[in-house]
């Protein structure tokens, strides 16, 4: 019998560290959302924005901007528990937010984290990512400690991310308070991601689909996103949980933020 070919190749030790935050995220017991959101006029906005000044925020930069607002109404959405079951209530809205880019060729994912989120425009979210994409690898905040990271044996590493999970002022400066991803797998189709976030709050952003809907007395086509929103069950529950979801979709709906000159 011949043997089946296969090639192998070295794990990278970005997607290490993200098994072992899976590991932390599965400890968790979230709650998830699974949302749609009309996004027909903050798409008109976004492209009447390219077509007249050349350039647009980007509609993750958007997401994040509405997202920190409607946090920085209820600072519980990103709280963290320390080491003695107190809440911890940052004032700023620290967004982790991973961002691929090409490096040599091969796809690499670097990990952003946009500081104070909801104190800054659009614009300034905007320009905050597209600087993490110009970076190298070891020129982020998590890049210079992955290659002592990895070489860390792995049941030290857990023990470790267990310990950082109690000290909130630690996993604000490497994780954020808040995470906002996108599963970038349904193209023009709808469909949700379902995560295992390690933080309070995760907006996962998931596909995009054109539907009739029937507004005014008129059927037109209208875009709608779909978004995951998950929370953790043992800092945030069902009520503030809704209201966070209702004030997101508001602000998405509206095309909050995007008036703003640049």
């Known amino acids: 019998m011949e043997n089946p070919s296969y090639s192998i190749e070295p794990v990278h030790p970005f ?5 072992d935050g899976m590991e932390l995220g599965a400890r968790k017991h979230c709650i998830h959302g699974l949302v749609e959101i009309d996004i027909t006029q903050p798409r008109d906005q976004l492209r009447l924005i390219k077509e007249t000044r050349g350039e647009s925020p980007s509609f993750t930069g958007f ?3 509405c997202c920190a607002k409607a946090v920085d109404e209820d600072k519980h959405l990103h709280a963290y528990l320390d080491w003695r079951g107190r809440l911890v209530l940052f004032e700023d809205v620290d967004i982790s937010l991973p961002v691929e880019r090409r490096q040599q060729g091969d796809p690499v994912v670097l990990q952003a984290v946009i500081r104070s989120a909801n104190r800054k425009s659009v614009w300034q979210i905007h320009r905050e990512i597209r600087a993490v994409q110009t970076k190298e690898l ?14 860390v044996p792995r049941f030290i590493r857990s023990l470790l991310f267990r310990v950082a999970q109690r000290f909130p002022s630690l996993l604000k400066r490497f994780n954020g ?8 797998m349904f193209g023009s189709r709808a469909g949700w991601g379902i995560p295992l976030p390690g933080h309070t709050l995760c907006v996962t952003i998931g596909g995009i689909e054109s539907k009739p809907v029937l507004k005014d ?17 043992d800092i945030v529950d069902g009520g503030p949980a809704a209201r966070f979801t209702q004030r997101l979709a508001d602000l998405i709906q509206e095309g909050a933020g995007l008036d703003t000159p640049p």
């Not at 020129?139 to 002592?148: A, D, N, Q, V």
């Not at 007395?217 to 069950?233: A, M, P, Q």
């Open 15 to 19: 997607r290490q560290l993200v098994i």
């Open 177 to 184: 308070t808040v995470i906002v991803t996108s599963v970038g």
């Open 63 to 65: 997401i994040v901007y």
């Open 138 to 151: 070891s020129e982020t905040l998590w890049g210079r400690w992955l290659r002592w990271y990895v070489r």
């Open 217 to 233: 007395g008129h059927i037109s086509n209208r875009e709608h996103l779909c978004l995951t929103l998950s929370f953790d069950h």
